[in-house]
């Protein structure tokens, strides 16, 4: 049963245009959510993070929302470039395990020069 | 900056033999995780630790076990691998604490069984 849910697989964007990428979760326990990037052949990068008590977070091109009421955060990237052009990978941590992530199934960007 | 690992990029392996998988960091960090990544399927949690000689399963154990006899070593083992294992697999640790609580991967292993 996925908990955690991108429903696109893939995306394409302009560049310098914005990249939204879409995460649902549906266990109202998690509290801790994260991004992560992944090249061909590479192991994910860790991107960004928001914890619950929040409701953005920003680093630079890349910013996190979440909205727990509908359990959905999104990835904004602005503007877009071509380095971008990767699998994202949601994540989300519940409360009070500490251990276990649970990753969402990927959406794979591609930002178009 | 945190490194992580894995014995080999790329494995091609028989059904029915013994596999290791080996990975190592350089952090000290506590936790541990393997994982296989499919497509459609995102990244699934084979096991973790937590701990030297302390793992705990994940969502998809069977099949796979592990040990963890050194901090900075953490081994994914199949003990007759079968064609449905093919995949690859990550593995990975955890920073956490001051607020922060991110996982560290290895460039990931290529696992091919014929």
């Known amino acids: 049963d996925q908990q955690v849910k991108q429903n696109s697989p893939s995306l394409s964007v302009q560049e310098g245009r914005i990249s939204i990428l879409n995460c649902d979760y549906t266990?109202?326990?998690?509290?801790?959510f994260l991004w992560y990037k992944k090249y061909p052949a590479e192991g994910p990068t860790f991107l960004i993070s928001?914890?619950?008590?929040?409701d953005k977070n920003e680093d630079g091109r890349f910013t996190v929302f979440l909205n727990k009421s509908a359990k959905h955060l999104s990835l904004h990237i602005v503007p877009s470039q071509p380095g971008d052009s990767a699998v994202y990978f949601c994540?989300?941590?519940?409360?009070?395990?500490?251990?276990?992530?649970?990753f969402g199934t990927g959406t794979s960007l591609t930002v178009i020069p | 900056d945190v490194k992580v690992t894995q014995s080999s990029r790329y494995l091609v392996k028989r059904t029915g033999e013994k596999v290791f998988l080996e990975c190592v960091q350089d952090m000290d960090h506590e936790n541990m995780f393997w994982y296989r990544q499919d497509p459609g399927l995102g990244l699934r949690l084979i096991y973790f630790?937590?701990?030297?000689?302390m793992k705990e399963k994940g969502d998809i154990p069977e099949g796979y076990s592990v040990s963890r006899e050194k901090k900075e070593r953490f081994s994914l083992i199949l003990e007759s691998a079968s064609t449905n294992q093919t995949s690859m697999y990550l593995c990975?640790?955890?920073?956490w604490g001051r607020g922060t609580d991110t996982q560290y991967f290895g460039p990931g292993t290529r696992l091919t069984v014929l």
């Open positions: 266990n109202s326990m998690f509290d801790y």
């Open positions: 990975a640790t955890r920073e």
């Open positions: 630790s937590y701990d030297v000689k």
């Open positions: 928001i914890s619950s008590i929040k």
């Open positions: 994540a989300a941590r519940p409360l009070g395990t500490g251990n276990q992530f649970y």
